[in-house]
């Protein structure tokens, strides 16, 4: 991994005393965890030196057009990259070929299978009382429909929970909609609070005999979009055909519906799922000066949904963690730990990139992970400075935000995970820096096909980046050790 490297081993391992000895060419496994076993977290903060080199980085990203530039690379050069794809194996081939000319070391592709789920064509029509097409898209995983779609009658709930009050004879047979709303706000819990229906829908209708879902998009669009997004089959239920219709469309079968006449609707869907391929993990690394051995993680994941461009979801997320390292690595002071920048593969049909991530370190290596962050949230601007780290590493995030607050950068609290991909390292007690990107319009434009390149401004992209930048810097030159957090088993996010 990291070779012929200065490596300051004493400061971890007398614990206290800045005292540093030369290790040229020796990989030396020094864990933030072992010197952890310590009792009580010591302060960590940046130097005087680190927070002055940190402003001018700050500076520096917010001069540069290179994030928007290669986001305008990867959308035009490579589009789509949804898991299995043709596009998915292209983006893997553009990040590894941009972080070398890049100069990054290390790139390298580590392998993580993925599934490969072709969406084919799907309609969703009223057929009573007051025929209609709607704007539909198939939500990801979903079966097919035989070959001349399912007409059924429509019954709706708003819920997951509203659905399972129900009796059976009031869903057997039919196409269960869902017509919870998703709320708009900043931190995204809008879409947490309504992206159950997608999830669970589907197994908690075929549990009550239903023979379809539709939903009414989970997104905050009034456009005729529609969005898509995956579902989870329950082992133990059957498997039905899933559609999500668009905001305008669902309102329309909702006045249908209070006509009080029966609704028909007709769905057909021609998705299938096709042996699962081999992708990859994209990683690259500025190698770090005298604490190379531990590794400051950023980044974001590679594949996206195919209706659009893959832009906001989540190709500014890479973009900004490749920005964010490439402009820390040209610094002085140069940065003491290793900056390593991820793609992660397959978010989207379930995390495959993240939980392989973990299992190719070992846990030797993941304990080497002093922090970890990733975008994953559109391309800004950043509104929060959130973490997840040792209550007495707390000052490192005050000095981030010192850094950052010009920016428009709240404040924000010490709970926060920092991403879906993050999961599976901070359940190994790594500790999370969390930059909260703006949501407010992010789900007008998510899993749709306008995730597109024109939705991006470029200010809001710079001013992520800044804000990256300066804390993956910050966190990459704070002294150390670096403690571990208490382990959730079962945090989400
Ligand atoms: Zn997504
Ligand atoms: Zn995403």
Same mark, same amino acid.
């Given at each position: 991994?990291?070779?012929?490297?200065?490596?300051?081993?004493?400061?971890?391992?007398?614990?206290?005393?800045?005292?540093?000895?030369?290790?040229?060419?020796?990989?030396?496994?020094?864990?933030?965890?072992?010197?952890?076993?310590?009792?009580?977290?010591?302060?960590?903060?940046?130097?005087?030196?680190?927070?002055?080199?940190?402003?001018?980085?700050?500076?520096?990203?917010?001069?540069?057009?290179?994030?928007?530039?290669?986001?305008?690379?990867?959308? +035009?050069?490579?589009?789509?990259?949804?898991?299995?794809?043709?596009?998915?194996?292209?983006?893997?081939?553009?990040?590894?070929?941009?972080?070398?000319?890049? !100069?990054?070391?290390?790139?390298?592709?580590?392998?993580?299978?993925?599934?490969?789920?072709?969406?084919?064509?799907?309609?969703?029509?009223?057929?009573?009382?007051?025929?209609?097409?709607?704007?539909?898209?198939?939500?990801?995983?979903?079966?097919?429909?035989?070959?001349?779609?399912?007409?059924?009658?429509?019954?709706?709930?708003?819920?997951?929970?509203?659905?399972?009050?129900?009796?059976?004879?009031?869903?057997?047979?039919? /196409?269960?909609?869902?017509?919870?709303?998703?709320?708009?706000?900043?931190?995204?819990?809008?879409?947490?609070?309504?992206?159950?229906?997608?999830?669970?829908?589907?197994?908690?209708?075929?549990?009550?005999?239903?023979?379809? /879902?539709?939903?009414?998009?989970?997104?905050?669009?009034?456009?005729?979009?529609?969005?898509?997004? +995956?579902?989870?089959?329950?082992?133990?239920?059957?498997?039905?055909?899933?559609?999500?219709?668009?905001?305008?469309?669902?309102?329309?079968?909702?006045?249908?519906?209070?006509?009080?006449?029966?609704?028909?609707?007709?769905?057909?869907? +021609?998705?299938?799922?096709?042996?699962?391929?081999?992708?990859?993990?994209?990683?690259?690394?500025?190698?770090?000066?005298?604490?190379?051995?531990?590794?400051?993680?950023?980044?974001?994941?590679?594949?996206?949904?195919?209706?659009?461009?893959?832009?906001?979801?989540?190709?500014?997320?890479?973009?900004?963690?490749?920005?964010?390292?490439?402009?820390?690595?040209?610094?002085?002071?140069?940065?003491?730990?290793?900056?390593?920048? /991820?793609?992660?593969?397959?978010?989207?049909?379930?995390?495959?990139?993240?939980?392989?991530?973990?299992?190719?370190?070992?846990?030797?290596?993941?304990?080497?992970?002093?922090?970890?962050?990733?975008?994953?949230?559109?391309? !800004?601007?950043?509104?929060?400075?959130?973490?997840?780290?040792?209550?007495?590493?707390?000052?490192? /995030?005050?000095?981030?935000?010192?850094?950052?607050?010009?920016?428009?950068?709240?404040?924000?609290?010490?709970?926060?995970?920092?991403?879906?991909?993050?999961?599976?390292?901070?359940?190994?007690?790594?500790?999370?820096?969390?930059?909260?990107?703006?949501?407010?319009?992010?789900?007008?434009?998510?899993?749709?096909?306008?995730?597109?390149?024109?939705?991006?401004?470029?200010?809001?992209?710079?001013?992520?980046?800044?804000?990256?930048?300066?804390?993956?810097?910050?966190?990459?030159?704070?002294?150390?050790?670096?403690?571990?957090?208490?382990?959730?088993?079962?945090?989400?996010?």
């Amino acid at each position: 991994l990291v070779t012929g490297v200065q490596t300051c081993a004493l400061p971890i391992l007398l614990a206290r005393k800045a005292v540093c000895v030369l290790l040229a060419g020796a990989t030396v496994a020094l864990s933030a965890a072992t010197a952890s076993a310590a009792n009580g977290a010591k302060t960590i903060e940046p130097s005087k030196a680190a927070l002055q080199a940190a402003a001018q980085l700050r500076d520096r990203a917010l001069q540069s057009n290179d994030a928007y530039d290669w986001l305008a690379a990867i959308s +035009t050069e490579v589009g789509p990259r949804q898991a299995g794809s043709r596009g998915d194996a292209a983006g893997v081939a553009w990040l590894r070929d941009k972080l070398t000319a890049l !100069g990054f070391s290390n790139v390298r592709t580590p392998e993580v299978i993925v599934p490969h789920w072709v969406r084919g064509e799907a309609s969703f029509e009223v057929v009573a009382p007051y025929p209609q097409n709607m704007v539909t898209l198939a939500i990801g995983g979903s079966i097919g429909t035989p070959e001349d779609g399912i007409t059924a009658p429509v019954v709706m709930v708003q819920d997951v929970p509203a659905l399972q009050a129900l009796k059976r004879e009031q869903v057997e047979g039919k /196409i269960v909609y869902f017509a919870g709303r998703t709320e708009r706000t900043r931190d995204g819990s809008g879409y947490g609070k309504a992206v159950r229906s997608r999830q669970e829908g589907p197994s908690a209708a075929a549990t009550l005999g239903a023979v379809g /879902i539709v939903i009414r998009s989970i997104g905050t669009s009034n456009n005729r979009i529609a969005h898509t997004g +995956t579902l989870t089959y329950n082992i133990g239920a059957p498997r039905i055909p899933a559609v999500a219709i668009s905001n305008p469309d669902a309102n329309l079968l909702e006045r249908q519906l209070a006509s009080g006449k029966p609704v028909n609707v007709r769905m057909r869907v +021609t998705a299938r799922d096709l042996p699962q391929v081999r992708s990859a993990n994209v990683i690259g690394e500025i190698p770090g000066t005298d604490l190379a051995n531990e590794i400051v993680l950023v980044g974001g994941h590679l594949d996206s949904w195919d209706p659009g461009f893959g832009v906001q979801d989540d190709g500014a997320g890479v973009i900004i963690a490749m920005a964010a390292a490439k402009l820390a690595a040209n610094m002085e002071p140069k940065p003491r730990r290793t900056i390593r920048v /991820i793609g992660f593969a397959n978010e989207e049909f379930g995390l495959s990139g993240a939980f392989k991530y973990p299992a190719d370190e070992g846990k030797e290596n993941v304990d080497r992970h002093a922090f970890a962050m990733e975008a994953d949230l559109g391309a !800004g601007p950043v509104w929060k400075l959130s973490a997840r780290v040792p209550d007495a590493h707390w000052p490192l /995030i005050l000095g981030i935000h010192r850094t950052v607050k010009n920016l428009g950068v709240e404040l924000g609290d010490n709970k926060t995970g920092g991403g879906s991909d993050l999961g599976p390292l901070r359940r190994q007690g790594v500790p999370t820096l969390a930059p909260a990107l703006d949501a407010t319009h992010y789900f007008d434009i998510h899993h749709t096909p306008n995730d597109t390149l024109e939705q991006v401004d470029p200010a809001k992209l710079k001013q992520s980046v800044a804000v990256f930048a300066v804390s993956v810097y910050l966190a990459a030159m704070a002294n150390g050790p670096v403690e571990r957090i208490a382990t959730e088993p079962n945090a989400r996010n």
